[in-house]
């Protein structure tokens, strides 16, 4: 992150206030876009 922000402090500072307001969210059950790219590659994997 520092590299993109320009600096550790500054990633750091900025993270930091977006993070304090943030809610962390634990879903559980099966990816829904693994499920459409699993889909995907059974098809292709069967017509090869």
């Known amino acids: 992150w520092g590299?993109?922000?320009g600096?550790?402090?500054?990633?750091n500072a900025i993270l930091d206030?977006?993070?304090h307001?943030?809610?962390v969210?634990?879903?559980k059950g099966p990816s829904y876009?693994?499920?459409s790219k699993?889909?995907?590659?059974?098809?292709t994997n069967q017509q090869n």
């Open 33 to 35: 876009r693994l499920q």
């Open 17 to 19: 206030r977006l993070l």
């Open 7 to 11: 600096g550790a402090t500054i990633a």
């Open 38 to 43: 699993t889909v995907y590659f059974s098809n």
């Open 25 to 27: 969210i634990f879903i």
């Open 3 to 5: 590299e993109i922000f």
């Open 21 to 23: 307001h943030s809610y």
